[in-house]
Structure formats: C-alpha cells, structure tokens
C-alpha cells in the first residue's frame, strides 16, 4: 500500500540513520511535515537539530490528503460558541498565516511540488443541514471573515449548498518534505531516517534520546511522532484517539474539477485532484472510523469504488491506501511543553486530519517557545489544558475500550482452532489458556505473534483489509509479522515458531 505521494519521491534514496551516539542542540523525533518544519524555521534561525523517524518522512504526512487550508469542516461556529469569539478568530488568523507561510518557505527555497492556489468547499447535499451551514456563516461573519455562501459547485453532482474559502491550496506534501530535508541538510543539520526512538531520559540539564543505533544528547527535545510515544508523564494516551480513513487515487478521460471538496457528515467524501505522471488525476477520500474498530471493505475502500463508479465511469483506480490521525477530545491540538517534569520538551500532535496548515502553526510556535518570546496563539492550544477530559462522551467511550482490550476481552475464550483458519486469514487462538495471533498467508505459511500491545498491554483485533493487528485502546497498528506500523507502540510483537 503506497500512496502517490510515496511513489513520486521513490528516487529520493540518498538518506543515512544514525550510526552513532552524537549531540546537538534540539532533537526532533520525528521527519514528518511537523518536525521538517519545525527543524527547518530553526536551522534557519542558526540551530544546531537533528531529525529521526522511524521510517521515513512521516507516516501520516505520507499518507495525507494533503489539503493546505483554513477551513476544517464546519468549525467555527463550534469554536465561536465554545471558546468565544477572540478565540475562533485566531484560529482562523492562525491558519490563514499558515497557508502564507508555506507558500513563502516554497518560494523562498524554489521546491517543486506542484503547489496550487485553489478555493476550498465544505458541502452538503442534505437540506436538513443548511442550518448548520448558516450558522457557521453567521460566526464567520461575526469573526470579519468573506466566506461565502453557493449552491453549486464544479463536482458532477447536485448539492443543497456549500461554504466557499478562497484562496487556499494544495500540493504534493513529500515533494515539499524533501525540499525542507535539502534546505535543513544544506546548513550541515541532520536528518536520519529508519532511525527508531525508544526511550528518552532526563540527566541533568540534559535529555537522552534513545534510539536503536545510538543515542542523541540535547537540550531540547521536540515529540514530532504523530501519537507521543512516552507513556508517563503526559498521559497523552487518555487525551486523543485515532482515526483512519481512505483514499483512492483515480484516473480517467472525463474533465476533472478546480477546488477541494469535503462533505459535512457520514458517509464523507473528500474530493481534490493531483498529478501522476503529469496527468491530472483525482483522489477521493472517506470511510473514517475510529483505529481499531474493525473495517469492511464496503464501508471503506468499497463504497468510495461505488461513487467515483457512479460520477466518472471510466475510472480506473491506480492507488488505494489509508491514513491514521490523532484527534484531541475537544478537537484542538495540543502544541506546547510536554510536561512541567519535563522542561524544553516539547509536543504537538492532535491536528485532526487538517495538519498541514496546524503543523506550520506548531513549528512556529516551538521557534517562539525556544526563543522565548511570547506567542499570541499559544493559548488556544495549552497541552496541560484538562478540560476536554472532565466532560467529555469521548473520554467515557475511550476508557469503556480500554477496559475491554485491557481486561474484559482477554476473559474471553477464543473457540478458533489452528486448522479451521483459511489461508489469507487471521484469528486468535488459545493454546494452553494462552491467547497467540495466528495468519496464514495465501500459501499457508504460519505467522503466530502475542497479540497483546506493546503500549500498555490491550487484546488487539485482526484486521482483514490491511492484514494487520489493531489495538482497540489507542490506535496501535502491527503487521500481521508483528513488526509495529502506527504507534503510539514502538516495540514489535513478540513473535513464535508453531
Ligand atoms: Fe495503547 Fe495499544 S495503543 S494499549
């Protein structure tokens, strides 16, 4: 499953991991959009930083839509009534600045990557939700925002209506990542790639990042990892969930739109088009569920076939992957220190799916907090902030799931046997009261792994559609050889020979 993202950099081979202990002056762990941002506005400023990933630039940014905009669905109208409208106006100002931002690094260091200015749309096409839809208007106007209001749209299909933003953008988010890796290399920083962090330790004014080649010294330490991977302190894992989603990339003879497109509510289709081989083609996402809720192939992939089936029946699918993102309780990501045990440790995760613009927002906000200056967004995001806990459906959803994969499905017997498992298949299997993940690969090989988390010890659940072993509490993912994919696990499954 590779994304067109990871197909058109597939050249870019010229990397090295870490292959010894080294010091700097901040480490970054993680090489997506955030951390490559993040590290390019300091090299900039004359810092001394080093990047790792554990693969390569980012499995989420690799994995985008890669949508650079200011519009995250219908929301302002939830940010102006819950946090007052000084707030839903930065927000707004905030990621405006972002889209600005990016467009001047692009300039700036001349990257090629198909960047394009285009008006983005939330629509409807249920008459039932204009009210949401005018309401949103109604806070954008209060906010002194333009947006405006349509009734068609250029997708082939008819709607109730749609809120227009101008003047945002998209682009090939890996072919800008390497543009940032040239720049950051160019000033004799570092960039190292399959380069695992296991651990991070604290000794003295120092930190120690642990990793599997060697370790990295700094002073500061910013967590760039998507799901932070540091258990305590933080908590982080009770703070944000996860959520995948599908993209299938298209192409056909039938004249494609100008514009990004998403819908407001289930089932969502998310429409925008990109270049393959200097073609223009279309990529078409949805079937969001939450990480470790076992997907089928109709409510994801299948039923995005069926619609591009039914607007371009030409089209022939040449990608399908998906994508996993972390989303906060109250929606907002948390950008700021890690924890007060922790001094000059830093986070951001929690972008809820509309990292591409709140990653630039982050990366400058951390420029700020090392310099110490003060940043007038900063607030919006307090990562100590305990709100979203206290009241929230989500968290009592979260802890009922993580009672069941930490406690009550380990109770449960599994009545499977070895043999009755097809080959292309997965299943739990006890021997001797003892639980082992079991997939038989399309020619009956056996690969047997313990399919307990290596995070904090939940049951996973064998998904069929990827072949992989999913955790129900936080969004894990291991591949059916039970070498770890998603964190925030970072070990492998332990693995047996039946
Ligand atoms: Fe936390 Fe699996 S991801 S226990």
Same mark, same amino acid.
């Given at each position: ?16 991991? +870490? ?190 990042? !642990? ?7 700094? !002073? ?18 009770? !703070? ?7 993209? +299938? ?59 591009? !089936? ?189």
């Amino acid at each position: 499953m590779n994304s067109i993202w990871l197909d058109s950099i597939k050249d870019f081979t010229n990397f090295n991991s +870490l292959n010894s202990n080294e010091e700097t002056e901040i480490c970054i762990i993680g090489a997506g959009i955030f951390g490559l941002t993040c590290a390019y506005y300091l090299s900039e400023l004359g810092f001394k930083v080093s990047v790792i990933d554990k693969e390569y630039f980012g499995k989420t940014t690799s994995y985008t839509s890669a949508k650079i905009t200011s519009q995250h669905g219908i929301f302002y109208d939830y940010l102006y009534k819950s946090f007052g409208l000084d707030f839903a106006k930065d927000y707004l100002e905030v990621n405006e600045k972002a889209i600005q931002n990016i467009k001047n690094i692009i300039d700036k260091e001349k990257i090629s990557c198909d960047f394009e200015i285009m008006d983005n749309y939330v629509y409807t096409t249920k008459n039932d939700e204009l009210q949401l839809f005018e309401d949103e208007l109604f806070a954008l106007n209060e906010i002194g925002y333009s947006a405006s209001f349509v009734d068609k749209i250029s997708l082939p299909f008819d709607i109730q209506g749609a809120i227009c933003f101008k003047n945002q953008a998209q682009f090939n988010p890996l072919k800008y990542l390497v543009g940032l890796y040239n720049s950051i290399i160019s000033k004799s920083n570092k960039v190292y790639f399959n380069t695992l962090a296991t651990d991070v330790k604290r000794e003295d004014d120092k930190y120690i990042v !642990k990793t599997n080649y060697g370790d990295i010294t700094s !002073k500061y330490v910013v967590i760039a990892s998507h799901y932070p991977f540091i258990k305590f302190p933080g908590f982080y894992f009770s !703070k944000l969930y996860q959520s995948t989603s599908y993209i +299938l990339a298209i192409e056909t003879n039938s004249e494609l739109f100008d514009g990004m497109y998403i819908n407001n509510s289930a089932p969502i289709f998310s429409f925008r088009t990109a270049y393959y081989n200097d073609k223009k083609i279309l990529l078409i996402g949805g079937g969001d569920h939450k990480t470790g809720q076992i997907p089928n192939y109709e409510k994801s992939y299948g039923y995005l076939e069926e619609k591009v !089936k039914q607007l371009y029946p030409d089209s022939k699918i040449i990608y399908k992957w998906n994508t996993e993102d972390c989303i906060s309780l109250d929606k907002l990501p948390y950008i700021g220190p890690y924890s007060s045990l922790y001094p000059n440790m830093y986070i951001a995760t929690g972008f809820k799916k509309w990292g591409m613009t709140l990653s630039n927002v982050a990366a400058n906000l951390f420029v700020d907090y090392i310099l110490g200056n003060e940043n007038k967004y900063a607030y919006m995001f307090n990562s100590f902030r305990l709100e979203p806990i206290k009241n929230s459906k989500e968290f009592k959803n979260m802890l009922v799931d993580s009672s069941h994969g930490l406690f009550l499905d380990k109770l449960k017997h599994s009545n499977v046997d070895l043999d009755t498992i097809s080959n292309g298949c997965g299943n739990i299997i006890e021997i001797d009261g003892e639980k082992f993940g079991i997939y038989k690969d399309d020619d009956g090989k056996i690969y047997a792994v313990k399919p307990i988390c290596s995070h904090l010890g939940c049951l996973l659940c064998w998904n069929a559609l990827d072949k992989t072993w999913d955790c129900p509490c936080h969004g894990s993912r291991f591949r059916y050889d039970g070498k770890n994919i998603y964190g925030p696990g970072v070990n492998d499954l332990e693995t047996f020979q039946l």
